[in-house]
């Protein structure tokens, strides 16, 4: 029985290694999804800011009409 332990070293440390890399991967994928998020998040405020910028372009030359005075009439004559 002694001398099967020996024997099983090799393998109890392959399973070591075989879990040490499983929680290394793991580790790494939460990292790269992170990475993945945030410069999707900036991306998104990016374009919802240049959204926004456009939208204020587009209203306020109709906010600017309303509010301006008439032009005066030329008089003619």
Same mark, same amino acid.
Not at 12 to 17: N, Q, Y
Not at 31 to 46: D, F, G, H, I, P
């Given at each position: 029985?002694?001398?099967? +332990?020996? +024997? ?5 440390? +392959?399973?070591?290694?075989? @879990? @040490?890399?499983?929680?290394?991967? #793991? #580790? @790494?994928? =939460? =990292? ?9 998040? #900036? /991306?998104?405020? %990016? /374009?919802? %800011? ?6 204020? /372009? =587009?209203?306020?030359? %109709? ?9 005066? =009439?030329?008089? #003619?004559?």
């Amino acid at each position: 029985m002694s001398r099967s +332990l020996p +024997l099983a070293a090799p393998f109890i440390a +392959l399973g070591d290694v075989a @879990q @040490q890399w499983a929680v290394q991967s #793991q #580790q @790494q994928a =939460r =990292r790269n999804a992170m990475v993945a998020c945030t410069a999707l998040a #900036q /991306r998104r405020a %990016e /374009r919802d %800011e240049v959204d926004d910028y456009f939208a204020a /372009r =587009r209203t306020a030359p %109709e906010a600017e009409q309303s509010t301006s005075a008439p032009t005066p =009439r030329v008089r #003619q004559g």
